[in-house]
Every structure is written in C-alpha cells, then in structure tokens.
C-alpha cells in the first residue's frame, strides 16, 4: 500500500491510497490517515488504485471518518473500483463514506465550487 497527501483546494486535504488495503495496507495508513482526520479539514480519499479491501481497512476509514465529523469536516471516497464500492455498500457504509465519481463531485459534497 502506498500513501500520498495532498492539499485539494485551499482548505482540504487528498489522501492517494494505491494497492490492497489488506492488514498490512492499514498498518500503512493507519497514522498518517489519523493525523490528516483530526486536521479538521474536509477528505478526499483517492481510492481508484485500491484493488483490494478489508476489514481492517474499512475501520481505519470509518474512524478516520468519525474523527473528521468531530471537526465539522466531511470525508468522501473518491472513486473505488466496482468491487471496493461493492464491499462498502453491501457493508452499509455510503452514509458513513460517501462515494463520489469526481473531484467536482467531491467539491460539491464538500461545498465548494471548485478547487
């Protein structure tokens, strides 16, 4: 797993996530993930070069949601592949990660026009 961040507009946050978001995929994400989620800053999640998502991976998402949510932010999914979506919806997790197809969707969700 590999994790990149980056500034997405002037007051959110990108966060590239690209491999299998297996156990030791979230042993990767899960601190800097953490800091960027207490930030209090809007997150995008750019998940479309995750192939491969589990349990755990899904946790350290819904954490890192809940903790943007206590800072009045929001945290969107750019993205996943058919597979991941699937994971998540089936899950019931669309309303604790919302999933966008575009980073003008993103904007959207987080209120803003553009980035």
């Given at each position: 797993?590999?994790?990149?961040?980056?500034?997405?507009?002037?007051?959110?946050?990108?966060?590239?996530?690209?491999?299998?978001l297996?156990?030791?995929?979230?042993?990767?994400?899960?601190?800097?993930?953490?800091?960027?989620?207490?930030?209090?800053?809007?997150v995008?999640?750019?998940?479309?070069?995750?192939?491969?998502?589990?349990?755990?991976?899904?946790?350290?998402?819904?954490?890192?949601?809940?903790?943007?949510?206590?800072?009045?932010?929001?945290?969107?999914?750019?993205?996943?592949?058919?597979?991941?979506?699937?994971?998540?919806?089936?899950?019931?997790?669309?309303?604790?990660?919302?999933?966008?197809?575009?980073?003008?969707?993103?904007?959207?969700?987080?209120?803003?026009?553009?980035?």
């Open positions: 797993m590999e994790i990149t961040v980056s500034d997405f507009g002037s007051t959110a946050k990108k966060v590239t996530l690209v491999g299998k297996d156990i030791e995929g979230a042993q990767k994400i899960e601190l800097p993930l953490a800091v960027i989620a207490g930030s209090k800053s809007d995008l999640v750019d998940m479309v070069g995750v192939d491969f998502i589990a349990s755990i991976g899904i946790r350290h998402l819904v954490m890192a949601s809940k903790s943007v949510a206590r800072g009045a932010a929001k945290l969107v999914l750019l993205a996943p592949n058919p597979m991941v979506t699937e994971v998540l919806v089936v899950s019931g997790l669309e309303q604790i990660l919302p999933i966008v197809r575009s980073e003008d969707e993103a904007l959207a969700v987080f209120g803003r026009a553009s980035a």
